[in-house]
């Protein structure tokens, strides 16, 4: 029996750049449309156009543009969209979603910002909100969630103790990007580990490495430039510590290693009887937050299998083997391949305006060159993670400046912003260096990887001579 078409190896693949067009296509339409959109002076200009659309155009043409019958195409297309990696991504991507509804219906997330801002005195507020959108972020795994709950607050803290609003705002921003880059439950933290099969504390421990000496350096800057030339005290602001144990508890026990799945449904369980006792929620609103929160994820959701689908077809007619091809001409050894990775997901941030699409987009690519060159897949991870939220941070069309912005109702432009975009721009540097200067690899090194079983593995370490 011959091998059905949808289940290819790479040895029966030839490399093919007309296979890339539907793939193309998908980044045009959703960048197009965004940038005549942007200078016809829309609102929200790169997000009018729902990403899964954009992807099913690029399907539609690789259906008709790829050879084979229609049956041998939706193979193809299934099993792209049914991938492991796949669907376990979304499963993730429903149980976040649920537990961050749940989460703040229950009042956690209000809590949690205005417990950090009752504990940081006023002269230091600019750095304590840095700290609070870090740890909200964190917490909660959303950018754009941290600066819709903490930009009111830090508007009107800004007003009341006469800061500097443009500083003010691109600290919220910067520490909204730290938890976007490192959480547990963040998008981009699940797409990176899955495309690249690595553990989510295993990524971390090593992007932590990474994001931590770029947000102490903001977070001394934001000291030193950020103060008020006078101390005006901030009214209080009422809060419930026990609303934020959700969010510790999914954090620790997510650090100590458990299930993904178990740590979710606990912390939905957690958040769960707390909201109960509290009054805040009752079973059947409880559900329905719950529900609201899969819902939420729908795009997000949609965009992975679409995108698994559509990789898979560009994958067998050939398409990602003459990229890979391509990126391995200019690519020389293991240093120049993380370049590549980064330059890689920094592209497609820039086209797509959203980290998590830039990660599914690139994810196959960096995990082959990863392979070719012995790039640590932990290390591939973070580096996909980190730069999708170097380029996220910055860009004026991104949904983190112009949501901001627009809750400052005009007093900050998103050009302007860009000049206290501190965090974000030291993470790309310290991301950089450690390319050149491997800081970062502490915990690579006493854990390297198997490249045989695909593991980390000490034994592997010590037979191999390893140091």
């Given amino acids: 029996m011959s091998t059905p ?13 007309i296979a890339l067009i539907p793939f193309l296509i998908f980044v045009a339409l959703y960048m197009g449309v965004g940038m005549v959109l942007q200078f016809s002076g829309a609102e929200m200009a790169f997000y009018q156009m729902p990403a899964p659309i954009a992807a099913l155009v690029g399907i539609a043409v690789a259906f008709v543009l790829f050879k084979g019958s229609i049956d041998e195409k939706f193979d193809q297309f299934m099993a792209g969209c049914g991938h492991n990696n796949i669907m376990t991504m979304c499963c993730i991507y429903l149980l976040a979603g649920g537990f961050a509804s749940l989460a703040k219906a229950m009042g956690g997330v209000q809590a949690t910002a205005n417990l950090g801002l009752s504990i940081v005195p006023p002269e230091f507020i600019t750095a304590g909100l840095f700290v609070i959108a870090s740890f909200l972020s964190l917490a909660t795994g959303t950018s754009v969630g941290t600066i819709t709950a903490i930009g009111p607050i ?18 919220v921003v910067g520490g909204a990007m730290f938890g976007d880059n490192l959480s547990m439950i963040s998008d981009t933290t699940i797409a990176a580990t899955r495309t690249q099969g690595v553990e989510m504390r295993d990524k971390f421990r090593v992007n932590f490495m990474i994001a931590l000496p770029a947000a102490l350096a903001t977070f001394v800057l934001l000291l030193l430039i950020g103060r008020p030339e006078t101390v005006v005290p901030i009214k209080e602001l009422p809060f419930d510590i026990v609303k934020v144990i959700p969010y510790i508890w999914i954090l620790i026990f997510s650090l100590l290693g458990m299930n993904v799945f178990v740590a979710l449904a606990s912390g939905i369980l957690v958040a769960l009887v707390i909201g109960l006792f509290s009054g805040d929620l009752t079973l059947l609103g409880s559900a329905r937050s719950v529900y609201e ?10 965009l992975s299998m679409f995108i698994g689908g559509l990789s898979e077809m560009v994958r ?24 590549g990775i980064s330059g890689l997901v920094a592209i497609a941030d820039l086209a ?20 070719e060159y012995h790039v640590d897949p932990r290390r591939s991870a973070s ?77 592997y370490f010590k037979e191999v001579g390893g140091s």
Avoid: H
């Fill in 5 to 17: 078409v949808a289940e290819k190896n790479l040895r029966e693949i030839q490399p093919r750049g």
């Fill in 154 to 171: 830090a508007i009107e803290v800004a007003s009341q103790a006469g800061l500097s609003m443009v500083l003010v705002l691109g600290s």
């Fill in 293 to 302: 929160g899969f819902t939420g994820m729908f795009e997000v959701f949609l």
């Fill in 316 to 339: 067998q007619n050939g398409g990602l083997l003459w990229m890979l091809q391509k990126i391995q001409s200019k690519v020389t050894n293991k240093r120049s391949a993380e370049i």
């Fill in 352 to 371: 797509t305006a959203n980290n998590t699409v830039s990660i599914v987009v690139t994810g196959s690519i960096a995990k082959n060159i990863a392979e």
């Fill in 383 to 459: 580096l996909l993670d980190t730069w999708s939220c170097v380029v996220q941070g910055v860009i004026p069309y991104g949904a983190q400046t112009l949501i901001i912005c627009g809750l400052a109702a005009g007093a900050v432009s998103p050009f302007q912003l860009l000049t206290t975009l501190w965090y974000p721009y030291l993470l790309g540097i310290f991301a950089l260096i450690s390319i050149f200067v491997p800081f970062a690899d502490g915990y690579i090194k006493k854990n390297p990887w198997n490249w045989d079983t695909g593991k980390a593995d000490k034994m």
